[in-house]
């Protein structure tokens, strides 16, 4: 079988090798509404299968649905922890938990249930939700946004924001073209 083109915003790829590229750094696992079986067979669809961390681990519609459509980003932020519970029963090395979690999402519900999972969220407005959206999904007092160096328009650079930083924060980012940069604010670069 052929790999689907892939659907994905420019970058996604590139830092999804780099991850790969140092499995003694990082870890990297799939959360999806899906059933598991179903969200590795598009994954295995995209080409892209051999890039997550093994044993493959992550949070699954079919781990959790408990029906509430009214706020469905509850859910999300169960499948959000319920992949660090596994990957830390999975991974030698990983029993005490991880130093930082991280959930990418393009959606005001991803920002919502990173935060609520205790996770580092981080927004890509690559998808239909503008900067503003993103960072209004997190509760006052949460926000800690940042610009990678592609988008800071002449402007000198911020602090490297993640050092320290407690779980819950929140980085809002146009894009993920920049591998070495998303990097560094994962405290992965120098």
Known sequence: MLPMPCPWPPGVLD????LADMPAAAATCLVTGNLEPIGWAKMQA???LELFTKPRFGGF???LCSGNTEESWRDRSDLVSLAAVK???LLPGAEEGFAA???IGDTPMD???A????AKAVGVTTGIYSREELLAAAPPGVVYSVELPHTWHGRPPPAPPWDGTPPGALLVLDSLEDTSAVLKAFGLAG
Do not use: C, F, T
Request: glycine share 18%; no cysteine.
């Open 15 to 18: 830092l999804l090798h780099a």
């Open 46 to 48: 995209l080409g892209i």
């Open 61 to 63: 519609g079919s781990d």
């Open 87 to 89: 990957g830390s029963q």
């Open 101 to 103: 979690r991280y959930h």
């Open 111 to 113: 920002i919502q249930a």
């Open 115 to 118: 935060l609520a999972a205790g």
